[in-house]
């Protein structure tokens, strides 16, 4: 067995650069986000099988496919973080992102309040876990976990 003679990759984190302790809670958290994603695939399935109200303006197959998809891409991307995938926090913000208009739709235009303000609370302190100077220090490869978290 040889070694590489460059050394270690920077990218590579199986090298013991193990997470910060809230990257791996907001990985927790998008994980969770990216499941509720797949579980509402697989309810849109079930209604398209069942032909459950057929409203006419959705497609309940192509809209499970969608949520399935992109839930587990974002549940891939949330188990990555857990994991001390750096690549993970790329799919983490970005579906956070497009979480904010989503939750303003649900505070103002749906009338949901009860939805939009719990979701909105969510995606703000994931992105603060995110974007902590730890997280980011960790991202860039230069610091040690943390031990006082």
């Not at 990985?27 to 409203?55: H, K, P, Q, Y």
């Not at 006419?56 to 992109?70: E, H, K, P, R, S």
């Not at 891409?73 to 990555?80: D, I, T």
Request: glycine letters at 14%; proline letters at 7%.
């Amino acid at each position: 067995m040889t070694s590489d003679p460059s050394g270690p990759d920077p990218q590579d984190t199986r090298q013991g650069d193990p997470p910060p302790t809230a990257v791996r809670r907001a990985g927790l958290v998008v994980a969770l986000e990216g499941a509720v994603g797949v579980v509402a695939g697989i309810v849109f399935l079930v209604r398209g099988l069942t032909g459950a109200e057929d409203s006419g303006f959705i497609n309940d197959y192509g809209t499970a496919a969608w949520f399935a998809i992109l839930g587990a891409g974002v549940m891939a991307g949330g188990v990555a973080l857990i994991r001390g995938r750096r690549w993970g926090r790329a799919i983490a913000v970005v579906a956070q992102i497009l979480l904010i208009p989503v939750a303003f739709a649900l505070l103002t235009d749906s009338g949901r309040p009860y939805f939009g303000a719990p979701l909105l609370v969510v995606v703000v302190i994931v992105l603060g876990m995110l974007f902590s100077p730890k997280s980011v220090r960790w991202l860039s490869g230069e610091a040690a976990p943390d031990a006082d978290d």
